[in-house]
Structure formats: C-alpha cells, structure tokens
C-alpha cells in the first residue's frame, strides 16, 4: 500500500487544503478544512491512497470544488471482500455544491480499480457541514465497515449467479443507458459487447461479479476503440469528474443489484 504525503495530495487535489470556502457561501456555512477530516481518519488507521478533483476552467474554483479521497487501512487490518480490498471514499467540496459524503468503496488488487458501493437502505453518509464534521465522519466510519459483511455476501451473491450472453449484453445496454442517457444508441460511441471486453484473463467469467467489473472498469476508465456520430474512429473518455465517478459507481452498483434480484426471482419460480 502507498500512503499519498501531504504533498502528493496538494498536488494531486488542491481543495482538500482549501484554507476558506467560496465567496458564494453564506455566513451560516461551518468551514471545516478537508485536510483536518483526512488527518483525523488517518489517526484511526485509514491512510489516503488517492486523490482527484474535479477539473475546472476558472482558477478561482480550483481551491474549492469537489474533491474525493479514497482511504485504505495498513496491511495488517485491510479487510478483504473477495477479489477485493475495502475501502472508505470520502468526497466533498467548498462551493455550496456537495456537503461531506462518506461511502463505503472497494479496490479490485488484479486490476487496480475502485468502486463505490452504496450499503442497503443506508448508503453513504451525508454529512452537513458545520463544526462537528470530523466527530460525525469518525462515527460515520465505524458504522460503514460494521456493514463490510453485509457487502461481502453481496459479493458472494453476484458471484454466484451466471449470465447467459443475451442477459450479459442486455446488462451492458443498461450501464450505457447510465453512462449516456435514454438515447445512447445515438450518443455512445461504442456498442454493448464492447463493454464487455475483458481487459484480463481472469475476467472472462460469466458470472454477475465479473460481467460487473467488465462494464464498470471500461466505463470509468475509458479507451474502448468506437466511431463517433459521424463515423470517425474515436475512444471513449474516461471518467474525470468526482461527480460523474460517485454517480456512474452508484448507479451501476444498484443496477448489478436489481439484475441478482431478478436472477434470485427466476431461481425461485
């Protein structure tokens, strides 16, 4: 595990040393400096492993806008969760545009990506902010990992359950419709089987786990050779927006949800 310093964090996403909100925020906004919720989660044993913010063109924003940390505990606590590490992701800006959000997240080690996995009815947890930040994220922690076995059967579950090529695909066709919208056959560049691709060997498995990474890990990160509108050869983008990250993780996690619902129904009939 590599711990970011002080340094590679400024560098990687200044907000998180923002040393005053914007100038758009009221009076009644409670300024609590991001750094102060990393080096608290830090006393307790979660180390900051990444960092980024969102990119945006006015440099008066810079210091202020959302931002996300992903927190990892040492190597002799990490918990592990299948093929998979968990993780804390803390996401927040300075602009009026998010408050604190803690989420439960997981780090797949065979290809170095992250997720963020919303917990039952729980889901993550939103804080406001205001001068009790840091004691609310600490408690807000703990009741995070409490749920780590809840997740880790969720695992098991999706593992569990194979998919034939046509629910495959029509998982795929689901995840371009969160990625580009209603009408994403006019949008994407790219077709379902090419969400499919298997970057590794080991994620060849048809099973719902995989069929999962395969979607999530190409959507976040981009690259898949497609044509554009005009049928000029073009890749497809990779997800640099905190806002995008949080939402795409979110919403293809729930959605793997419903299809092991939907397998668990036609099991049962």
Not at 52 to 74: A, G, K, L, S, Y
Not at 90 to 105: E, I, P
Not at 226 to 240: L, P
């Amino acid at each position: 595990m590599s711990t970011l310093s002080r340094e590679q964090l400024y560098r990687q996403a200044p907000a998180i040393f923002a040393q005053a909100p914007d100038l758009s925020v009221s009076d009644h906004y409670g300024f609590v400096p991001t750094i102060e919720v990393v080096d608290a989660l830090q006393a307790e044993g979660w180390y900051p492993v990444r960092a980024q913010q969102t990119r945006v063109r006015d440099p008066e924003r810079r210091d202020t806008t959302r931002h996300m940390v992903r927190f990892r505990q040492d190597p002799d606590r990490q918990i592990t969760v299948g093929d998979s590490i968990a993780e804390l992701v803390l996401t927040n800006s300075h602009d009026r545009t998010a408050a604190y959000q803690l989420d439960l997240g997981l780090f797949r080690l065979i290809c170095s990506n992250g997720m963020v996995t919303p917990v039952g009815d729980m889901g993550g947890i939103r804080v406001r902010h205001g001068k009790q930040v840091v004691d609310q994220i600490l408690d807000g922690s703990i009741a995070l990992i409490d749920e780590v076995p809840n997740l880790a059967g969720t695992v098991e579950q999706f593992q569990s359950m194979r998919l034939s090529p046509e629910e495959s695909r029509l998982f795929a066709q689901s995840a371009l419709t969160l990625r580009y919208g209603e009408d994403w056959r006019e949008v994407s560049p790219i077709q379902p089987d090419a969400l499919l691709q298997a970057r590794r060997s080991e994620d060849r498995d048809q099973n719902l786990w995989r069929v999962f990474n395969r979607a999530q890990e190409n959507l976040l990160k981009g690259g898949l050779a497609g044509r554009s509108r005009n049928g000029r050869h073009t890749s497809t983008r990779a997800i640099r927006s905190v806002t995008e990250d949080v939402r795409l993780n979110r919403a293809l996690w729930q959605l793997t949800e419903h299809f092991a619902h939907l397998k668990g129904q036609s099991r049962a009939a």
